[in-house]
C-alpha cells in the first residue's frame, strides 16, 4: 500500500508492475473495495501491464484532509479524485477499468477527458447522456436501498449497521453462494472507514436529485452532464444473472459511443464479474487492451 496526498485527499492504493508497462487504474464499486481485482490485476500485470488500484473515497485507509470538506460521493467528485491521483502519479494517459460505482467514474472521465483515457471497461453498469433518467418500476425495485437511503431513517440505518446493510447486497445481488465469509470480511473492513456511511448515503442521494452537489465539482458536473456521445474505446461487461443492474437496462448502448463499444453478458454471473467469473472478465479485458 502507497498513499498519494491531493488537494483535498490522502489516498490509498496498490501500485505494482513494470514501471514502463501500460498504466490501468482499476476502480471499485459499492459495497465493495480493492479487494475484488484481486484475480484480475495479477492478471494484467502478467500481461505486461501496470496497475493502480486505489481506495475511493469514503473506503479502507483513504482519508480527508480536512474534517471542513464536503463528504461528497458524487461519481464526478470521485473522477476528480482519479485525475488528481494520476497527476500525483505522473500518468498522463491511462486506461480505466471500473466496476459499479467504478464504471460510472470511468464513463465520466471518458466523457470529460478523453484525450487523458486511452480505454475504458465498464463493468455492470451502462450509460447514456445527461442526468439518469427514472428507472422502470422493475428497476427501481431493484434500486430499493437507493430510494431507503434518501429517507433520514434510511441514513440512520447505514450509519447505525453500516455492515449489515452492505452484506445484504452482496446476498441479493448474485446467485447464492458466490462468496465466502472470509471474502466478505476482507472487505468489509474497508466499510470502517469513518467517512463511508456519509459518502454513501450522499452519493445516492445527490444521484436522484435530493442532496446538495458540491460546488467544487460544478464545472465538471457541467461538462459531463453535456456530453452527449463517448469517443473513448469502451468495453462493457455485464451479469447475466444480476441482481441488482437488470441487464436488458445496459443494452442498445452502441449508438452512445464514437470511439467503438462491445458488450459481452455472462450467462449465470451476478453483479460481481471480477469475482465471480475473473477467467472470463480477464480473456475479455487482457484481448480489448491489448487490441490495437
Same mark, same amino acid.
Given at each position: 500500500?502507497q498513499?498519494?496526498?491531493?488537494?483535498?485527499l *490522502?489516498i +490509498?492504493?496498490?501500485?505494482?508492475g513494470?514501471?514502463?508497462?501500460?498504466?490501468? #487504474?482499476l476502480?471499485?464499486? !459499492?459495497?465493495?473495495?480493492?479487494?475484488?481485482?484481486?484475480?484480475?490485476?495479477?492478471?494484467?500485470?502478467a500481461a505486461?501491464?501496470?496497475?493502480?488500484?486505489?481506495?475511493?473515497?469514503?473506503f479502507?485507509?483513504?482519508?480527508?484532509?480536512?474534517?471542513?470538506?464536503?463528504?461528497s460521493?458524487?461519481?464526478?467528485?470521485?473522477?476528480?479524485?482519479?485525475?488528481?491521483?494520476?497527476d500525483?502519479?505522473?500518468?498522463?494517459t491511462?486506461?480505466?477499468?471500473?466496476?459499479?460505482w467504478g464504471?460510472?467514474?470511468?464513463?465520466?472521465?471518458?466523457?470529460?477527458?478523453?484525450?487523458?483515457?486511452?480505454?475504458?471497461?465498464?463493468?455492470?453498469v451502462g450509460w447514456?447522456?445527461?442526468?439518469?433518467?427514472?428507472?422502470?418500476?422493475?428497476?427501481?425495485?431493484?434500486?430499493?436501498?437507493?430510494?431507503f437511503?434518501?429517507?433520514? *431513517?434510511? +441514513?440512520?440505518?447505514?450509519?447505525?449497521?453500516?455492515?449489515?446493510?452492505a452484506r #445484504?447486497?452482496?446476498e441479493t !445481488?448474485?446467485?447464492?453462494?458466490?462468496f465466502?465469509?472470509?471474502?466478505?470480511?476482507?472487505?468489509?473492513?474497508?466499510?470502517?472507514?469513518?467517512?463511508?456511511?456519509?459518502?454513501?448515503?450522499?452519493?445516492?442521494?445527490?444521484?436522484?436529485?435530493?442532496?446538495?452537489k458540491?460546488?467544487?465539482?460544478r464545472?465538471i458536473?457541467?461538462r459531463?452532464?453535456?456530453?452527449?456521445?463517448?469517443?473513448?474505446?469502451?468495453?462493457?461487461?455485464?451479469?447475466?444473472?444480476?441482481?441488482?443492474?437488470?441487464?436488458?437496462?445496459t443494452?442498445?448502448?452502441?449508438?452512445?459511443?464514437?470511439?467503438?463499444?462491445?458488450?459481452?453478458?455472462?450467462?449465470?454471473?451476478?453483479?460481481?464479474?471480477?469475482?465471480?467469473?475473473?477467467?472470463?472478465?480477464?480473456?475479455l479485458?487482457?484481448?480489448?487492451?491489448?487490441?490495437?
Amino acid at each position: 500500500m502507497q498513499f498519494a496526498t491531493t488537494s483535498i485527499l *490522502r489516498i +490509498a492504493y496498490e501500485r505494482n508492475g513494470a514501471n514502463d508497462g501500460p498504466p490501468v #487504474i482499476l476502480l471499485h464499486g !459499492w459495497p465493495d473495495d480493492v479487494r475484488t481485482f484481486d484475480r484480475i490485476a495479477p492478471e494484467l500485470r502478467a500481461a505486461g501491464f501496470q496497475t493502480v488500484v486505489p481506495w475511493l473515497r469514503g473506503f479502507g485507509p483513504t482519508s480527508f484532509l480536512s474534517s471542513d470538506t464536503m463528504r461528497s460521493g458524487e461519481m464526478v467528485a470521485m473522477a476528480q479524485d482519479v485525475l488528481d491521483l494520476a497527476d500525483a502519479l505522473k500518468l498522463q494517459t491511462f486506461a480505466v477499468v471500473g466496476h459499479d460505482w467504478g464504471a460510472r467514474i470511468a464513463y465520466v472521465l471518458a466523457a470529460v477527458r478523453p484525450e487523458r483515457i486511452t480505454r475504458i471497461c465498464a463493468l455492470s453498469v451502462g450509460w447514456q447522456p445527461g442526468e439518469l433518467p427514472t428507472p422502470s418500476i422493475k428497476q427501481t425495485r431493484k434500486y430499493w436501498y437507493q430510494w431507503f437511503m434518501t429517507t433520514e *431513517r434510511g +441514513a440512520e440505518a447505514v450509519r447505525s449497521d453500516r455492515k449489515a446493510f452492505a452484506r #445484504i447486497q452482496w446476498e441479493t !445481488w448474485a446467485p447464492k453462494g458466490w462468496f465466502s465469509e472470509d471474502e466478505f470480511e476482507a472487505t468489509a473492513n474497508s466499510f470502517e472507514n469513518p467517512d463511508w456511511p456519509a459518502i454513501t448515503v450522499h452519493s445516492y442521494s445527490v444521484r436522484w436529485g435530493e442532496a446538495d452537489k458540491d460546488r467544487r465539482y460544478r464545472d465538471i458536473d457541467e461538462r459531463a452532464k453535456s456530453a452527449q456521445t463517448i469517443s473513448v474505446p469502451t468495453l462493457m461487461i455485464q451479469g447475466g444473472a444480476d441482481g441488482v443492474t437488470l441487464p436488458d437496462t445496459t443494452d442498445k448502448k452502441e449508438k452512445y459511443f464514437t470511439g467503438g463499444y462491445q458488450r459481452y453478458v455472462l450467462d449465470g454471473v451476478g453483479h460481481f464479474p471480477t469475482r465471480e467469473a475473473p477467467d472470463a472478465v480477464n480473456r475479455l479485458l487482457i484481448d480489448f487492451l491489448k487490441a490495437k
